[in-house]
């Protein structure tokens, strides 16, 4: 299968980290794109996009000054088919990623995420995190998946969603795309 492309743009306000595509992602070619998944809707919700979108959409978070992209590049059924080998290159990479956009916030999609990144080990879940990566700052928010039984239902997600609009200081007005 293809690899899912990134969706990145110079100095976003906000770079959403995920770890890995499902495989439907990577079939279809667009992130966040299983059934299940409330991404999409969480961000209108939270009121971080002003329109509703889908995973077909997922391009256009440009216009909204935010970027997309993942630990591994790997689609999986689950994350937990990833090897430690492959986490380590993907942090390599997300850090070389962080460097050269230079996002407002990185906003990891899940904490299992944030745990490769973070140097204390005692601060881990989700909400605002101390530390910087590049003066980037960092934000944990569930993983919007179905299957997370820490944060079942939508409810549950979107109070992090709309956290991290008011830690990022978001609009919902659209910004002009730098190339």
Known sequence: MPRLRD????????????????????????????????????????????????????????????????LC?????SA??????????????????IARVQPAVVAFVGASIYRNFCANRAIIGVGPKPETICGARLFVLPNPSGLNANFPGFKDKLVWFEKLREFAELGTEPRSVET
């Open 80 to 97: 937990a088919e990833l090897g430690r080998d492959e986490i380590l290159r993907g942090k390599r990479t997300v850090l070389r990623k």
């Open 73 to 77: 590049a790997r689609g999986t059924r």
């Open 7 to 70: 969706v990145l743009t110079p100095h976003p306000r906000v770079l959403f980290v995920g770890i890995n595509p499902s495989l439907r992602s990577q079939r279809v070619g667009h992130h966040f794109a299983g059934p299940g998944n409330p991404f999409w809707r969480l961000l209108y919700a939270a009121r971080i996009v002003p329109e509703e979108l889908t995973y077909s959409d997922d391009g256009r978070l440009v216009h909204y000054g935010l970027a997309l992209t993942n």
